[in-house]
């Protein structure tokens, strides 16, 4: 029985104050989770907490004796484990190398040569806890988001972890795997493991978690006990303000018809039958792998579409690239925000401006009064927590750097918006807002492709979802059967 | 603050800056109006070449082969003249040449997908092989007197090619720093897949900047085959390093995305100013490169800031 | 050390009057002995006449070579000894020196135009000669040869293969088998003999257009445990001289930089004084064959 | 498909059969014992600098200054022999020259944080005017005929420097592909920042790599300098990018994390190839280097595949 405690940790990254004097008590044994909004400084407490970041003062206590944590490997000599927020693999390593690095100490033979053969047999059964069936050769390149997460899952419980750390490990799982992943977090606690569990995702927190502790603009706020805390409670703690009406969906007004596939075959999808009407919010669901960014690839022109049929207002039509679409009137906000949504080396600003340049030229110029005014308003409307909007999108929130991918594509008012996982990461006041756009946008008579993994969600925001299975759709749940059991027997592969 | 000092350049400004001012005060003769216009004129090709390599390294490329281009169009355009083809046509001819020398470059790299430095190795050997084979390896000289103007004549005390450097640098600064195809490439640079996703047509402007740092290559060998009155089938070896230099010394970042203009100014004005004043000191020749390995490392010293890599 | 005490002297005169002359030596390159030993030659000369000398080193680039004229003519020298990379490269800054009325002398290499006050040299095409002439003389009239070529472009390559070429014909027993270039360079001359030898195993001659080349052209064969193979070089450098006298290499075409040198800093200083000096001063080529007492640099 | 294709490095290694098989049927020489002992000892001395260059570009870093110290330590270990200083400890010397030139790479670019190419233009530069410093420009030659072992003797018919070639490749083979050192340079390659959070001392294997090179360029300096029976002011010129040219056209990525030491060796094969058949075949000189340029265009588009960059 251990306590780990973080006491008046204050931290500054140049003029700016992340963190003011906030504590932070972790026992054995028990789940805590850190509620805050996006840029509260949750990840930055726990990267002081494992040695990336050292604070400016405040101090980290085990068993209430003082310990100094410094360098990374202090953590990890602790027993301390975390699993990032940002993916943290090495794409250009297998699965089991990912595992090797930082954990070399149980795999060394000889003179520095590594033992691996115990090396693929222990990852193989750390991957089978998690339940991904991946060789552990696998190349981590060739593993989707959601796989990804599942061996950063793996690995950081694979050593002997005293606390763990999980910053935001749902984000990018569907309901199956989550499932699964709240098991070992339980088997972890019966073992006496000490968690704290960083989610935006509510109902996962009274799933999981034993106490939630609040931070908001880098102040502690307050610890509840989970058992009976009032979520509108928690929210206005963490907000500072109400936020109603979990899922704020409109009645549609389905007008012309925008989009239709008719099966539409790629090389990881295949017989897919779809249509969306303007005016209407359709879901695209399904399990983790079961191919539904490969749809919204195909559609966007990102991949070849080797077979079957697309329309677009009525036109069989098939864009040969993003830049194709998007001049048609598509946008596609991707699910992968470092690799495929932001440029981490542009401002705010640029970011922003990117897809919709041509809207604000004078001559072949930037218009660069109107650019600024454009990404002022944008940070405004999505309300963004940078200081302005030259800030370089790299050290962003997690959150904020999602909210700049979709204000870049909201900015380029597009007739059909495809989105991918738009709230990964995005805290429960900012999911509002973007919930409030969705909607505003379907009023005017837009048509919303929307992929999410998170099922309450996509459940109360679509008018109806098509539900895929292993690469192609098994089926629409819509009206009646818009509900969790209708959802998950077509995404296991039943029928209805 | 981080931010401030790469806006304004200060780290290599510095360098720079440092310098001069030291140069200043140990020759007398450094800082006097003829050799200040000197260093401008000696340091005209490195900048031209240097502007092109900016275009090319900000989409996290490399060309290697800007001197056996500038010595392949300069030895065409100066056997034509030699040829008796008018002088427009052959100084036309050569701005074409390098041209397709970037094409080809851009063909490999945008198309083929294939790495820039590699490419860009072999089409350096290709061209200076082509040059070698046009030449017979033979200076082309008796070029018509004409021509002599470009890399000679001065307008109002200041020499031509200099003005040509400040033109070209001026409308560059334009298109990478205020145009929207100049955005397009920084995002290329930035995240190639990002900005293909975002709709940038990433393989039209991989070919684009090949193309710039061809022609300006072509430019750049036209003023010095006008300095010269010659035409060496060896002229610009070495020069890609020198440009490169340039590049980086101004705080562009060889890993794309990164970088200006005037940045790429001061680094060509940094070299230019060590070997003038290398020359005018007269230090010893078997020190001068240990002397400007030096300069070299503390002018980066002093622009230390994180990874530019 | 050094560099400071250059800098001192350099700062300390202004212009050229006064005792002490300043005159501006533009060397094409010090990365080769025989360079060196010219650069030895100005030197020593202008101490012992009491002459202060700005030495720039145009590293083989015309256009380098070009701005460190421009940059001795600004600092307003006395008179330029110019040892140029590229004999029609350098016309430019011999005219630009015109200009401002410095006068030029040309060592070792002169320029197509532009007016030069002296040249002084030994003849590159004439070396090429001598060396055919030669290997001639060692084979005998008959046999295979084979030539190392140097940096392709070079003026010296062009001048000495032209002699060597022309002369070579004059003995129609004697085959060229192969012409390849090495740049001057000695390991590469090593690598690219040990492929001819490959190529050509019964080769009786080798002529190297430098003795860089010789004498890494020398270690190839040495190496492939041949021996009876002829090899004649150019330029005379210390260690080939040796290889000469051990019999290792046929014979050497000896030049004699330092004494050309010592020459330029002699004509420039009658230029200076109003004196004439002759169109060209000839430095003798010097033909190194075993058991001469020649000395190189 | 693609995966295949890379692990057995398919792509370099058809161009080289393909160049070998040419040569061999239009060069009766070509195939030949004596002929590719030859090729095998001409390349050593590039394989050698290739090794250390591949440990640094897996890194994505680049290490331009190893022609540099490749004849830094050659002159010392030979002056030292000249004046009597016993060959090991020469040799010795020469190593930890070669090992101090990394070191100081190393601890600009770990430490300092200073971008790669910058530090080692600088140094290669400082440590050339050191070298000219150090010879006064001249050759040093009569080196003791002892030393001439390393690079001239044979064991069973095979040149010591190719046994002392392959000897280290194993080595660094095992390194590399391995050990758990090795596993971590691919990390530092593949994401700096995930392997610092991961633990490991980034700085201090950034550093490792750089002394990698130097002593590798230390111990090709040595073979030279043994073959040659002398060492040169000059030598190693240029050789940086031999070596990278092989690593980059074995395939591995100048972004870093990738690629491996058999694609290396298979770079170094086919330029020694090209090198040794120009010469055989005796191609003209001025067409030499284009067709140097074409085969490696060729030889990169056979390897085609996504971007290697
Ligand atoms: N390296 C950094 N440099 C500058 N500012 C930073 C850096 N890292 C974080 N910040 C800032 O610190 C604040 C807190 O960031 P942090 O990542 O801790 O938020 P968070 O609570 O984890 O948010 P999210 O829920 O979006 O992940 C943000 O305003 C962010 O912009
Ligand atoms: N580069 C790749 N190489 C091999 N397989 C891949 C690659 N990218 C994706 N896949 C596989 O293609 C299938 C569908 O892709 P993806 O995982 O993106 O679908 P998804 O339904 O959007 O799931 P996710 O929740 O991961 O976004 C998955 O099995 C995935 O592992
Ligand atoms: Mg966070
Ligand atoms: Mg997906």
Same mark, same amino acid.
């Given at each position: ?21 906030v504590?932070?008590?972790?026992e054995?044994?028990?789940?805590l ?12 407490l ?6 990336v ?21 202090d ?10 927020q ?7 390593l ?13 795999y060394?033979t000889g003179?520095?040569?590594i033992?691996?053969?115990?090396l ?7 991957l ?20 990804q ?6 690995r950081?419980?694979q ?7 999980m910053?935001?490990?749902?984000a990018?799982l569907?309901?199956v ?16 493991? $000490? ?10 927190l ?15 706020? $307050?610890?509840r006990s989970?058992?009976?805390?009032d979520e ?34 790629t ?17 695209l669901?399904g399990?983790?792998?079961s191919?539904?960014t ?7 022109g ?10 677009f ?8 690239s ?13 699910e992968?925000r470092?690799?495929?949504g ?14 919709t ?10 218009h ?9 308003d944008?940070?405004h ?6 200081a302005n909007?030259?800030?370089a ?21 597009p ?19 973007i919930?409030?756009?969705i909607?505003e ?8 492709l ?5 099922l ?5 925001m ?34 209805l | ?6 806006r ?6 510095i360098g720079f800056?440092l310098?001069?001012i030291?140069l ?10 003829g050799?200040?216009?000197n ?5 005209s090709?490195?900048t ?10 900000l ?8 001197g ?6 300069s ?5 034509l003249?030699v ?18 020398a ?10 083929a997908r294939?790495?820039?430095f ?5 089409t ?5 092989g ?16 004409g ?9 109002a ?22 145009s929207?195809p100049?955005r ?12 293909y ?10 070919l ?16 010095l085959?006008s300095?010269?009155g010659?035409a060496e ?5 070495g ?8 590049v980086?010394?101004?705080?562009t970042?060889?890993f ?14 940094i070299?230019?100013?060590?070997d003038?004043?290398?020359n ?28 530019t890599? | 050390g ?9 700062g ?11 005159i ?6 010090l990365n ?11 030197k ?11 030495i720039?080193?145009?590293n ?10 421009q ?8 008179a330029i ?6 004999s ?9 020196a ?7 002398i ?15 040299a ?5 070396a090429?000669?001598m060396?055919?002439?030669?290997l ?10 084979v030539?190392l ?12 293969e032209k002699?060597?070429d ?11 088998v ?14 690219v003999?040990q492929?001819l030898l ?5 080769i ?21 445990n041949k ?5 004649v070089g ?13 019999g290792l290499?046929?014979?050497?075409i ?5 004494e050309?040198?010592v ?13 004439s ?11 190194v ?5 020649f000395?190189?640099?």
């Open positions: 029985m251990s306590v780990l405690e973080m006491k008046g940790i204050t931290k500054s990254f140049g003029s700016v104050k992340v963190l003011e004097s504590d932070l008590r972790l054995s044994g028990e789940v989770a850190l509620l805050g909004e996006n840029g509260a400084g949750k990840s930055t726990m990267k002081i907490l494992t040695g970041y050292s604070a400016d003062a405040g101090e980290i206590r085990l068993d209430g004796q003082p310990v100094s944590i410094h360098q990374i490997q953590s990890r000599a602790l027993g301390i484990e975390i699993m990032h940002e993916l943290s693999l090495f794409q250009n297998s699965i089991a190398e990912n595992f090797l690095i930082g954990h070399e100490a149980a060394r003179p520095g040569l033992d691996y053969r115990k693929h047999r222990d990852v193989a059964k750390a089978l806890r998690v339940g991904l069936q991946r060789p552990t050769s696998t190349p981590v390149s060739a593993l989707g988001v959601g796989e997460q599942l061996v950063e899952i793996a950081a419980i050593s002997k972890v005293r606390f763990l750390i910053d935001e490990p749902t990018a569907t309901e795997e989550t499932a699964r992943l709240f098991d070992l977090i339980r088997q972890l606690r019966a073992d006496g493991v $000490g968690i704290i569990y960083i989610s935006h995702r509510m109902e996962e009274y799933q999981i978690a034993d106490k939630v502790e609040i931070l908001r603009d880098g102040k502690f706020i $307050g610890t989970m058992a009976g805390a509108r409670e928690l929210i206005r703690m963490m907000v500072g303000r109400d936020v109603d009406e979990r899922y704020p969906r409109r009645d549609p007004v389905p007008g012309e018809m925008l989009l239709e596939l008719k099966g539409l075959t090389h990881r999808v295949r017989n897919i039958h779809l249509n969306v009407r303007a005016g209407e919010v359709v879901g669901g399990l983790m792998g191919g539904r490969e749809v919204a690839r195909a559609i966007a990102v991949d070849r579409i080797r077979g079957g049929e697309m329309r207002r009525g036109q069989p039509r098939m864009f040969r993003p830049g194709e679409a998007s001049a048609a009137g598509v946008a596609f906000v991707t992968d470092k690799r495929e932001l440029i981490l080396s542009f401002s705010v600003r640029e970011n922003l401006a990117l897809p340049l041509d809207q604000r030229k004078r001559g072949g110029l930037v660069r009064a109107r650019e600024r005014a454009f990404a002022n944008m940070v409307r999505l309300r963004i927590k940078v909007a030259e800030q999108v790299g050290s962003l929130s997690g959150g904020n750097q999602q909210k700049v991918v979709l204000g870049k594509w909201l900015a380029h008012n007739d059909l918006l495809i989105l991918d996982e738009p709230t990964r990461g995005v805290d429960v006041g900012a999911k509002q807002e919930y409030q756009l909607n946008m379907k009023a005017e008579g837009k048509g919303i929307m992929i999410s993994s998170d309450p969600e996509l459940l109360g679509c008018d109806r979802v098509y539900v895929m299975y292993q690469g192609t759709t098994q089926g629409e749940v819509k009206g009646e059967s818009l509900n969790e059991e209708d959802f998950m027997t077509l995404a296991t592969g039943g029928e | 603050m981080a931010n401030v000092l790469r304004y350049h200060l780290g290599p400004l800056l310098l001069f030291i200043s005060i140990v020759s007398p003769q450094f800082l006097t109006f050799n200040l216009r260093v401008a004129l000696q340091m090709v490195n031209l070449l240097a502007v092109g390599m900016t275009f090319v390294i989409t996290s490329g490399i060309d290697l082969s800007v056996s281009t500038l010595a392949l169009s030895a065409i355009a100066a056997g003249m040829g008796h083809t008018p002088i427009w046509l052959a100084v036309v001819i050569a701005l074409v040449v390098g041209l397709l970037g094409l080809l470059n851009g063909i490999f790299i945008a198309y294939l790495a820039p590699i490419v860009t190795l072999g350096m050997t290709l061209f200076r082509m040059t070698e084979i046009y030449t017979q390896g033979t200076p082309i000289f008796n070029i018509p007197t021509f002599s103007w470009l890399g000679t004549a001065q307008l005390g200041i020499p031509v090619p200099v003005i040509l450097t400040v033109l070209i640098l001026v409308a560059a600064w334009i298109i990478l720093h205020r929207i100049g397009r490439i920084y995002a290329v640079g930035g995240n190639e897949q990002v900005a996703l975002a709709g940038v047509r990433v393989k039209k402007y991989l684009l900047v090949y193309m710039v740092s061809g022609v300006l290559a072509a430019v750049a060998g036209l003023v085959t300095r010269l010659s089938p060896t002229a610009g070896t020069y890609e390093l020198d440009a490169i230099t340039a980086v010394l101004g705080g970042s060889l794309g995305g990164e970088g200006t203009l005037v940045g790429t100014l001061i680094g060509a004005a070299l230019g100013v060590i003038n004043g290398l005018i000191l007269n230090v010893n020749s078997f020190w001068q490169d240990a002397v400007r390995g030096a300069i070299i490392l503390l002018a980066i010293l002093l622009d230390r800031k994180k990874v890599r | 050094t560099t400071g005490s250059n800098g001192n002297a350099a300390n005169s202004t212009g050229s009057t006064g005792s002490g002359k300043t501006g030596f533009a060397v094409s390159t080769n002995p025989f360079f060196v030993a010219m650069q030895e030659g100005v020593e000369e202008a101490q012992s006449k009491g002459v202060k000398v700005v720039m080193n145009g083989n680039d015309p256009s380098t070579q070009l701005n460190q004229v940059d001795l003519i600004q600092q307003k020298v006395s000894l110019l040892n140029p990379t590229d029609e490269g350098l016309a430019q800054a011999v005219k630009m015109n200009a401002a009325n410095i006068p030029v040309t060592l070792d290499r002169s320029v197509s135009s532009g007016q030069v006050s002296t040249f002084i030994s003849d590159s095409v004439e090429g000669k060396a055919a002439d030669e001639i003389k060692a084979l005998g009239g008959k046999g295979k040869v030539e070529q140097g940096v392709i472009g070079a003026s010296s390559e062009r001048d000495r002699g060597f022309d002369e070579i014909k004059t003995a129609p027993g004697i085959q060229v192969a012409r390849q270039s090495a740049d001057f360079d000695r390991s590469k001359a090593l690598n003999m492929n490959q190529a050509h195993p019964d009786q001659g080798v002529f190297a257009q430098n003795d860089e080349m010789a004498l890494g052209a020398l270690k190839a064969i040495q190496q492939a021996s009876g193979i002829k090899i150019i330029d005379g450098e210390a260690e080939a001289i040796n290889d000469v006298n051990q290499m046929y014979a050497d000896a030049q004699q930089p330092k050309e040198g020459l330029g800093v002699d004509k420039a200083l009658s230029i200076i004084d109003g004196q000096v002759p169109a060209t001063v000839p430095s003798p080529l010097q033909l064959e075993k058991g001469s007492s000395k190189g640099f």
